[in-house]
Structures are given as structure tokens and as C-alpha cells.
């Protein structure tokens, strides 16, 4: 059935013809770029844009990413902008009404139409129209000029204002510029720990003027809901049910009587078009799964207005799925507990009724300038996530909300985005014009993307209740109480009605990171109570957020949090010297060269400092303390092949202690805690620094990525070793959804490749059930090796299993190879693999061999010009043992010849003065 929303179409009262509209893209019109405080800039701009994109483009500034020019150009930030259109001369002069339609504007933004004042706006995240029918007709000089403050001035008047809000010391997460928290734009254009600070301003996203005939409308926005019948927020829903769809859209103009809304449904990638539907309950529709869990069925829903004459006076198509996915936050039932479930609440995502291990990442704005974002930048990304294993972002808040276009490739390769309200690291004022812009805000955004397959959740914002009611509470203990209420006015009372009145179909939580709820009435206009600290002792709730920079702590596991989810953890490594070289002069190049350190952002400034040192030198120690503690380090005498080898060891630390935290997580699906999911920090980088990143900003993967690869498989072999007790323990882990019969070979090695007489066993079978782990060894580490040096052994550990996908009868082979050494490997006794790279022209295929020891780490790498993706990358191999390694290339600008650019090395290499 098709239901209209509360803002569907209501018959009008005046009767007439339809007429045609006219939209007139302001892309395709001409622009000038001014300043106010600088009368001699004037440059041609374009539209979408922000001002330090057009004036990069006409050679005013240089690359905003490179070298400092984060610090060096503040002054575009602290200065107005204004995008100034040509005469616009194809506007009818016979409209009933005109309207300028903005999809985005970033953020202070004063409009003027024909020299006349039209609006101003202060919400980034809002779509903005406005009637300018009245100023049409005295129009000479047709005109739109639109005048942008500065952000970082505004914030810091908008904090001065008498009675404004305060909150104690250390709250407000503090970057770069300050006061971010009082004014709607995107909260890390102010700066983040992984980011530049540029506080760009301009017309981000598309706009329109828009002209109307008498009888006719301009569709603005349109929601489309679709879930169970009886469907609630947060409550599971019932697979046999009905499939309900909810339609409404927003639209400019006025409604000839006698008006209509009809709808046609069709199979989007079909030929075979099914025509106009009547009822749409009796359609046998195709469910939409996430990568890995079945086909990505979309389709193609029209919704169609006519007049009382029947005739079409507007008409839009959304592209949809048919998919229920909920976080459940139940408390654990007695079937459960039955099963070996600690007591407490779930924290975890259902799909069509199905619970799913959740594999990914978080994602960050991929661009400091959002305009320069493109569907095929994006498309790429996107292949990388696919091809890593990885079937859930969470879109991180305090960035921007998500074009479109990302929805809709996210749909159509199977990936959930957990997607969340742009608030974070901060606690926000609730003074009512504050909360109304948000209200336009959330009302909007929630609407443009529900009908999305692929968005999985809403959260309010980041690291809220986990961090900032915490930080509250550590200095001001005494006004907890206030600002709770306060957080709740804002992320519970205010979004949660608009958000639960436009869709029924998406779950929410307050705060990204979060002990769930305590209880839910939905009779109450705000269903939710938080349980915050409302915990009872030895019962697990919620999911997880852990950052230690502590790096002894690393391997060890007891220093993980046990949750039910894990949403945020992560460690900072150095990008590839190939991405270095973008962006800092080659005598920059190494490792604690100015640039390069006050280029790494944690620990951040915490202001306008230019000579962040101190914090800097933290964050770079700690990477260089977690290398020199855990692998050989190189110390070769040519600088830039030392700097190259030094930037590599970062990002094998980075690999391993992701490796070793998420093989701790998927091993909980089998423990008490019933673990869930596991999101580590971060996808992708927005520039060229030390980050938590797996890919590198323009594109090329570090070794996490492959790494993340390996052990996001559905079926993987995984070590454990408890360093204070030495209890070691092997697992096969599987998220596939039915029950696997696995075999497993474990083989004990000196570095020679020599294999060693331990005695555990070496072949076994096993069954692993769906979505659980299985231990097939369990020992002491001490008593195990016995007998032989720590340091030159190591444990090669294999799995086959036979078992299908979910959604699948096929049953396939699932192989899995993993390694364990006894000792730190900076203990290591490696001895030279000989490795050996040659390349097929044939197959396309690069064939890696170690000869004579055990390579670990093992690493292609390639040179500038190209991105792409080996299939497999940062392994390992005994002597004798060949791989076969085929690529995806992203982008290429050498003709094919990076392959001969192509170099192979190992951790052995760290330990040898040549090479890089
Ligand atoms: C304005 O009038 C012209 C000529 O009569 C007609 O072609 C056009 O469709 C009209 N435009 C609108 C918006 O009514
Ligand atoms: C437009 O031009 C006319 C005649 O030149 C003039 O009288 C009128 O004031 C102008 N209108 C505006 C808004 O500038
Ligand atoms: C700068 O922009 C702000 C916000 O639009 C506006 O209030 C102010 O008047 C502008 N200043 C100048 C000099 O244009
Ligand atoms: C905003 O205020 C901070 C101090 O709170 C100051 O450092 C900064 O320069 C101010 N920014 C502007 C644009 O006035
Ligand atoms: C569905 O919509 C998409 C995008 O609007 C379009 O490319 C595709 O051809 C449509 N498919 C059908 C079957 O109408
Ligand atoms: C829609 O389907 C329902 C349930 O099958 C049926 O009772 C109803 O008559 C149908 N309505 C139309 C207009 O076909
Ligand atoms: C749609 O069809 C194209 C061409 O047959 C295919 O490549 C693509 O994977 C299909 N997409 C979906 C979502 O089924």
C-alpha cells in the first residue's frame, strides 16, 4: 500500500491548467569570484565550489594541501567570499512564481538577487528556497550575487553573545579554530586529528532558479520509507509481515484541485519492465542484502502528481530496496543466555531478521573541500571497500552528510552505511533558534537519504555519551545533571521526533558510542530512555571505543574492551613516501622534518598555533617507540630509502595491532560477550600526514588495508596468547551463516624454514557454527616450545573449510593462512628469505618466491603514476613457497609501465643497509 506522509499532497483550491516549469541548473552559468577585504582578487568560479578551490584554480593561492599551506592560508578563511553570477537573461518574465533553490550552501551566506537583498542563511547542512517572484519584475540586471562570511569569525561572535552557553574546560573538542560547536558546518572544516583546518566557504552544492506556472509544482525533496507492517524504530521486525511504502514529497508551488499521487514500481535492473502497479502488497518483491549476503535487488519507484485532468505536472523516481535492518539493543533473552550469552543488553545489526558479523571502517570526509568530491573518486573508494572484505561504514558525524551519489553506489555495491547527525567531540547550546536550525536541518537530511537501501542507522553524533558526558563529569561533576538534560533536549527530544515521524524503518542512538537503552514507549512523542551508567556487575552492554597509545599495551589482549560491538579503535602510521612526495619538497623528506611533524595533527594544537611542536613530537614518538618495541627498525645510510623503510615499520605496527584487535573482536562472536562487529579507525585519508588511515588519499592502500583484507575473510585461523598467564589458544572463526566443517594444519618453523618437533597436533577437523569460532588448540606458550629459542619460532596456521555464503546453496572452499611467532619479531632471528619477483605479461601476474627462510611481512610495492591493488599484499611465506599475485589498477597515468617500477621486500630487509 502507498500511504502519503504528513506532508503528501493536499488537494488545493484552485483549478486550472498545468503549465510547464522551468529549471534553470546554476552550474551552467557563469561566476566571479570577489572579496570584500580584498579588492584586487576577481577570478572565474564555478558552482559547485568553495573559494579555496577557485582560487587555487586561477593561481591565486597554491595547493591548499601542500606543505603548510594549512597554516599559510588562513586568511581566505578569515575573510568573505562572493560567488557572483553573469546576467542570467533566460528567466520568463511570464512565471507565476520563481524561486531560488540551494541544495547547499557553506555556511554564512548573504543573498542578493537583482541588487536586492533575498536572504541569509547559517546552516550548511540545510537545502535553502526562496520566493523571489516579487523581485523578478523590477529587474534590470539580473544578477544573483551571494556573499559569504567568515566561519571562524562568526563562531567566535556567536560565542561572545551575552548569555551565550559555556561549558566547563576541556569539553569542547578542540582542533584548530574554536567555537565550532555554536554554528551548523561541517565540525572538522575547523580541524581534526587526522585533517588540515581550512574553514572553506561557498556554494558546495548545486542550486537552481526555478520558475512555475499556475498549476504547477517543483519537487524539492522526497522521502520514501519502507518497512514492515507494524515497523517500529529499534524494534525487531516481523519478517511475515507485509511490506508497507510511505511516499510524501516537498515540493514548491501549488496543487491544481483535484490532484493525485500515483506511483509504478519496476525492477531497476531489469528489461522487462512490470508497468503501473495497483497495490503493491501483492507484489513479490526481492529482498536487498549487503555485499557477502546476497544479491543488491533494487528498484525503480516513480511517483507521479497529476492534476484533475490526469495530466503529470511533476514526476520523480527514487531508487529503492526492500530490507529491514535493525540495531538491537534487547536485552538478552533466555534462549540466549541458554546459549552461553553474558547477561546484559545486544548491540548489534539485523538484516531481514538476520544477525550479521558487521566488517569495515569508519569513513572521514575524503577531501578537506567537499566540491571536489566526485562520484568516481568515490566509486573507487568504494571498490577498495568491497574488495577489502568490508560490508559496513559508519560514516562519521562532524564531517558532512552524504551526496546522494554516495547513497546510491553504496546501494549498489552492498555497503551499509551507518550514517549519523553532524555533531561531535563537543557538547552543543540548546537555545531555541540553535535547536529550530536543527530541526530544518535533521528534517531535511532524514528525509533526502530514508529511502536508501544501503543506510543502516542513524546516530546523533560522535563520541557523546562515552566521551563528553565523561569529561563532564571528570571536571565538573557537579553540573552532570545540567548538561545530560541539555544533551538530551538536543539528541534525544529534539531529533528523535522528526527523525521517527519520517521513518519507521531506521534505528537510532543518541551517541555513536553508547550503553544503549534502558527502555522504549513509544506512546511517549520521544520513545527512548538511555541507560547510561545504569549497569549491573558482570552483564555487558554496548559497543566499543579504544584508543591506546601505549604501544607495550598493544599486544596485549587483556587491554582490549569486552563490548558487544566495536565502533572506533585504531593507531596512527606514516603514509607511503609515494604520497609524501605530493605533498612536502624533497628536503622535507624525513621522518622529523619540520613539515612532516607539524604536518601530523596528533596530538592537535588546540588553537591557532602555528609551531605545534610539543603535541606533534608526541604523536610521531609514539609511532616510532611502537616501532623500535615490536620490529627491527631500519637505520640504512641513504636518507630517503631510511625515511621510505621508517615510514613502511609505521605502517606494519599500525597492520599488526589492528590485525591482532579485530581477530580479538571476531573471536567475542564466540565468547559471552557475543561480539558483533568490528569498525576500526579510519577508512580513508583526507590528505597527505600521519593518520589512522588505510588508504591513502589518493587512493593507494597501506598495508592495514591488505591486512584488514586478510582478516575480514568469513573464515579465518586465528592465535591468541594471553602474555601474562602464556595460555595460547587457536580459533577458526566464522561469520558465514550456517555451520562450516573446516580442517586445519598446524606446523611449527625456525626462520630457516626448518620445520621444528613441537608437539601439538597437527592436522584436525573441526565444525564451526554459523557466525561463531571454534578453538582447535589450547596450550602454554612455555611449555609448548620448550626446549627451543622464543625467537626463532614460529607457528604457520591454515584452515579449509567447506561452507556457503549466506543467501547461497553453492558450497565453496574457504582457505585461511595465518602466522605466529613466539617472540616479538624485533627479537627475531630472520634470516635473508632470498626473495624472488618476477612478472608474467600472459597472465598479468607477479609470482613471489622465498628461497631460503621464512619472509615475513612480505611487501610489493609500486611507484608513482598509478593506484592500484595487488590481490594480496603484507604476507608471508616459507621457502619454497610461490604466490601468485594479480592487481587492480585504479587510475594510471604511465602506460603500464609502473609494473617495471615494481620492488618486493620483507621485514628481513629493516635489517640490511641497502634498499628501501
Ligand atoms: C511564458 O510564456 C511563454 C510564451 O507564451 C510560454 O512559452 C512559456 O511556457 C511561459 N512560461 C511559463 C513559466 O509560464
Ligand atoms: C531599472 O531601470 C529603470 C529605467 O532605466 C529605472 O527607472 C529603475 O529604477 C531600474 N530599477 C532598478 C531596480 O534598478
Ligand atoms: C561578510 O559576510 C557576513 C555574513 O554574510 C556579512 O554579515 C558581512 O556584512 C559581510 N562583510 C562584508 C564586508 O561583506
Ligand atoms: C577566535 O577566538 C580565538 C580565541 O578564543 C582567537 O584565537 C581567534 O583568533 C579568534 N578568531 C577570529 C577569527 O577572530
Ligand atoms: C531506474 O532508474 C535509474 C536511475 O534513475 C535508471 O538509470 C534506470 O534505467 C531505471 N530502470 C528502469 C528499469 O526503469
Ligand atoms: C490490495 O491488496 C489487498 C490484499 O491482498 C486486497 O484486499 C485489496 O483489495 C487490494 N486493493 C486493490 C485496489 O487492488
Ligand atoms: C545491473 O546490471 C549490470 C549489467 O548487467 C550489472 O553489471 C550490475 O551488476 C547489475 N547491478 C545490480 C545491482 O544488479
Known amino acids: 500500500m502507498v500511504r502519503r506522509g504528513t506532508q503528501a499532497i493536499l488537494a488545493?483550491?484552485?483549478?486550472?491548467v498545468a503549465c510547464c516549469q522551468q529549471v534553470l541548473d546554476l552550474s551552467g552559468v557563469d561566476w566571479t569570484l570577489t572579496s570584500p577585504n580584498f579588492s584586487y582578487i576577481s577570478v572565474p568560479a564555478k558552482l559547485p565550489s568553495q573559494a579555496h578551490l577557485d582560487l587555487y584554480a586561477a593561481q591565486v593561492i597554491g595547493n591548499p594541501l601542500f606543505g603548510l599551506n594549512d597554516f599559510n592560508l588562513r586568511w581566505v578563511a578569515f575573510s568573505n567570499w562572493t560567488y557572483t553570477s553573469a546576467p542570467i537573461t533566460t528567466l520568463s518574465q511570464n512565471a507565476t512564481s520563481t524561486w531560488l533553490v540551494f541544495n547547499g550552501l557553506d555556511t554564512f551566506a548573504s543573498i542578493d538577487f537583482c541588487g536586492q537583498h533575498v536572504a541569509a542563511t547559517n546552516n550548511q547542512f540545510r537545502q535553502y528556497?526562496?520566493?523571489?517572484?516579487?523581485?523578478?519584475?523590477s529587474c534590470n540586471q539580473t544578477t544573483l550575487s551571494i556573499n559569504f562570511g567568515s566561519a571562524p569569525i562568526i563562531a567566535n561572535q556567536t560565542a561572545a553573545l551575552p548569555d551565550q552557553e559555556t561549558w566547563p574546560y576541556g569539553v569542547e573538542g578542540l582542533f584548530e579554530f574554536p567555537n565550532r560547536q555554536f554554528i551548523r558546518k561541517e565540525q572538522n572544516d575547523f580541524g581534526w586529528d587526522w585533517g588540515p583546518a581550512f574553514a572553506p566557504a561557498g556554494p558546495w552544492q548545486p542550486a537552481f532558479i526555478v520558475q512555475l506556472g499556475a498549476n504547477n509544482i517543483y519537487i524539492r525533496n522526497t522521502l520514501?520509507?519502507?518497512?514492515?507492517?507494524?515497523q517500529q524504530n529499534l524494534l525487531l521486525p516481523d519478517q511475515m509481515k507485509d511490506w508497507v511504502l510511505n511516499a510524501s514529497v516537498d515540493y514548491l508551488g501549488s496543487l491544481p484541485a483535484g490532484s493525485s499521487l500515483t506511483y509504478s514500481l519496476t525492477k531497476a535492473n531489469s528489461t522487462t519492465l512490470s508497468g503501473l502497479l495497483q497495490n503493491v502488497t501483492l507484489v513479490d518483491v526481492e529482498l536487498w542484502w549487503a555485499i557477502g549476503q546476497g544479491p543488491q535487488i533494487l528498484y525503480n519507484l516513480t511517483l507521479d502528481i497529476t492534476d484533475g485532468n490526469n495530466s503529470t505536472i511533476a514526476s520523480v523516481t527514487k531508487r529503492i530496496g526492500f530490507r529491514t535492518i535493525v540495531l538491537n539493543e534487547w536485552p538478552i533473552s533466555q534462549d540466549q543466555l541458554d546459549q552461553g550469552i553474558a547477561p546484559g543488553n545486544n548491540w548489534?545489526?539485523?538484516?531481514?531478521?538476520?544477525?550479521?558479523?558487521?566488517?569495515?571502517?569508519?569513513?572521514?570526509?575524503p577531501d578537506p573541500f567537499w566540491a571536489s568530491v566526485t562520484e568516481t573518486r568515490i566509486r573507487q573508494l568504494f571498490e577498495s571497500v568491497v574488495e577489502g572484505n568490508q560490508n559496513m561504514l559508519r560514516v562519521w558525524s562532524s564531517g558532512a552528510y552524504s551526496p546522494d551519489f554516495m547513497y546510491d553506489l553504496a546501494d549498489e555495491m552492498g555497503i551499509l552505511l551507518w550514517s549519523e547527525f553532524e555533531f561531535g567531540d563537543a557538547l552543543y547550546p540548546v537555545d531555541q533558534p540553535f535547536l529550530d536550525n536543527v530541526k530544518e536541518e535533521v528534517l531535511y537530511q532524514a528525509r533526502r537519504v530514508n529511502?536508501?537501501?544501503s543506510l543502516a542507522f542513524w546516530a546523533g553524533g560522535n563520541e557523546l555519551e562515552n566521551l563528553e558526558l565523561y569529561l563532564v563529569n571528570q571536571s565538573a561533576p557537579d553540573q552532570l545533571t545540567r548538561y545530560a538534560a541539555e544533551y538530551e533536549t538536543l539528541f534525544l527530544d529534539t531529533i528523535v521526533p522528526i527523525l521517527f515521524e519520517n521513518s519507521r524503518s531506521i534505528s537510532y542512538s543518541p551517541s555513536s558510542t553508547s550503553n544503549g537503552w534502558l527502555s522504549l514507549n513509544f506512546s511517549l512523542p520521544q520513545p527512548i530512555t538511555e541507560r547510561y551508567e545504569n549497569l549491573t556487575e558482570s552483564s555487558i552492554y554496548g559497543d566499543t571505543d579504544h584508543y591506546d597509545y601505549d604501544s607495550s599495551h598493544s599486544f596485549n589482549l587483556s587491554t582490549y574492551p569486552v563490548g558487544r560491538f566495536a565502533n572506533e579503535f585504531g593507531y596512527h602510521s606514516m603514509p607511503s613516501l609515494q604520497s609524501w612526495r605530493q605533498a612536502v619538497d624533497p628536503s622535507d623528506l624525513y621522518f622529523n622534518s619540520s613539515v612532516i611533524t607539524l604536518r601530523n595533527h596528533h596530538y592537535p594544537a588546540g588553537g591557532l598555533f602555528t609551531d605545534n611542536y610539543a603535541n606533534a613530537s608526541k604523536g610521531m614518538g609514539e609511532m616510532t617507540i611502537a616501532a623500535q618495541r615490536w620490529y627491527p627498525v631500519p637505520n640504512k645510510p641513504d636518507p630517503l630509502g631510511n625515511f621510505s623503510a621508517w615510514c613502511h615499520t609505521t605502517q606494519i605496527f599500525q597492520a599488526d595491532y589492528y590485525s591482532s584487535q579485530i581477530q580479538y573482536y571476531r573471536r567475542g562472536s564466540a565468547l559471552p560477550e557475543r561480539q558483533l562487529g568490528s569498525l576500526y579507525w579510519q577508512l580513508e585519508d583526507q590528505w597527505q600526514a600521519p593518520t589512522w588511515a588505510g588508504i591513502e588519499y589518493d587512493g593507494r592502500w597501506k598495508v592495514l588495508h591488505y591486512v584488514a583484507k586478510d582478516i575480514y575473510q568469513p573464515v579465518i585461523i586465528s592465535p591468541s596468547l594471553n602474555v601474562t598467564s602464556g595460555d595460547f589458544e587457536v580459533w577458526v572463526i566464522s561469520d558465514l551463516w550456517s555451520s562450516i566443517s573446516a580442517t586445519v594444519n598446524l606446523t611449527w618453523y625456525d626462520w630457516k624454514g626448518d620445520q621444528l618437533n613441537i608437539s601439538t597436533p597437527y592436522s584436525t577437523n573441526v565444525s564451526v557454527g554459523a557466525i561463531n569460532g571454534t578453538q582447535v588448540l589450547s596450550s602454554n606458550i612455555e611449555n609448548t616450545i620448550s626446549g627451543h629459542n622464543a625467537s626463532d619460532v614460529i607457528l604457520a596456521m591454515t584452515v579449509s573449510a567447506q561452507g556457503s555464503l549466506p543467501n547461497s546453496n553453492t558450497t565453496q572452499t574457504f582457505e585461511h593462512?595465518?602466522?605466529f611467532h613466539a617472540d616479538r619479531l624485533s627479537n627475531a632471528n630472520l634470516v635473508d628469505p632470498g626473495i624472488q619477483l618476477s612478472y608474467s605479461n600472459s597472465t598479468s601476474t607477479f609470482t613471489v618466491q622465498a628461497t631460503t627462510g621464512v619472509a615475513a611481512w612480505v611487501w610489493l610495492d609500486y611507484p608513482v603514476g598509478a593506484v592500484l591493488n595487488f590481490d594480496a599484499n603484507a604476507f608471508w611465506l616459507k621457502p619454497g613457497e610461490q604466490k601468485e599475485i594479480g592487481y587492480t589498477v585504479k587510475s594510471d597515468t604511465t602506460g603500464g609501465k609502473w609494473v617495471d617500477g615494481v620492488t618486493?621486500?620483507?621485514?628481513?630487509?629493516?635489517?640490511?643497509p641497502w634498499g628501501y
Open 348 to 365: 548489534h545489526f539485523e538484516i531481514n531478521g538476520h544477525e550479521f558479523y558487521a566488517k569495515g571502517s569508519n569513513f572521514i570526509p
Open 817 to 819: 593462512t595465518n602466522w
Open 451 to 453: 529511502h536508501h537501501p
Open 904 to 912: 618486493v621486500r620483507s621485514l628481513w630487509n629493516n635489517t640490511v
Open 129 to 137: 528556497y526562496f520566493d523571489i517572484s516579487s523581485i523578478l519584475p
Open 224 to 230: 520514501v520509507d519502507v518497512y514492515r507492517e507494524g
Open 12 to 16: 488545493a483550491s484552485i483549478a486550472s
